[in-house]
T-cell receptor, first 110, second 110 residues
């Protein structure tokens, strides 16, 4: 079974803090993705990566950065968290079309 | 701009009813359309469709794609309370990323 894990299920951070969200997959997938999910807005792509050290901006990259130093790990970084980044963050990985999702991290920024 | 639109946004039915969820898409160099089910956790894969008119079926769920009219439907027959979830539709173009709709929230009442 494909497994995608995320470092935390729930996270509470203060405005201005630097936040790291980690995602690890065990299927040797080339592609990895970070989404945020908000009510009424669906899944919106923040960044994706198709290879180690490669990254592409998604639809809403502002305020975020990513790192992919190893194939199995894709990190999302909030350089200075703001309250409008309170959301559910989902990581996914894929080889071709089908994406496998992690359990999500519910981040609250106060 | 690529987009995916799902309808209805939400739906309440009774156990035993049949429901049809809709997904229309405008995606450059369309390659595939995927359906996911999301309960209170990670989205789980249901179907991937690439060819028009070929129905995919899994138990009480089925789905079909119309590449001429640019839409797909997901049918659920004899609904059960366990079918209550958000159903997500995503379309893939030339890149490895999926464009998701906002989802349809289905509530099945006993």
């Amino acid at each position: 079974d494909v497994k995608v894990t995320q470092s935390s299920r729930y996270l509470v951070k203060r405005t201005g803090e630097k936040v790291f969200l980690e995602c690890v997959q065990d299927m040797d997938h080339e592609n990895m993705f970070w989404y945020r999910q908000d009510p009424g807005l669906g899944l919106r792509l923040i960044y994706f990566s198709y290879d180690v050290k490669m990254k592409e901006k998604g639809d809403i990259p502002e305020g975020y950065s990513v790192s992919r130093e190893k194939k199995e790990r894709f990190s999302l970084i909030l350089e200075s968290a703001s309250t409008n980044q309170t959301s559910m963050y989902l990581c996914a990985s894929s080889f071709w079309d089908e994406q496998y999702f992690g359990p999500g991290t519910r981040l609250t920024v106060t | 701009e690529d987009k995916v639109v799902q309808s209805p946004l939400s739906l309440v039915v009774h156990e035993g009813d049949t429901v049809t969820l809709n997904c229309s898409y405008e995606v450059t160099n369309f390659r595939s359309l995927l359906w996911y089910k999301q309960e209170k956790k990670a989205p789980t894969f249901l179907f991937m469709l690439t060819s028009s008119g070929i129905e995919k079926k899994s138990g009480r769920l089925s789905s079909i794609l119309d590449k001429k009219e640019l839409f797909s439907i997901l049918n659920i027959t004899a609904t059960q309370t366990g079918d209550s979830a958000v159903y997500l539709c995503g379309a893939r173009g030339a890149t490895n990323k999926l464009i998701f709709g906002t989802g349809t929230l289905l509530a099945v009442q006993p």
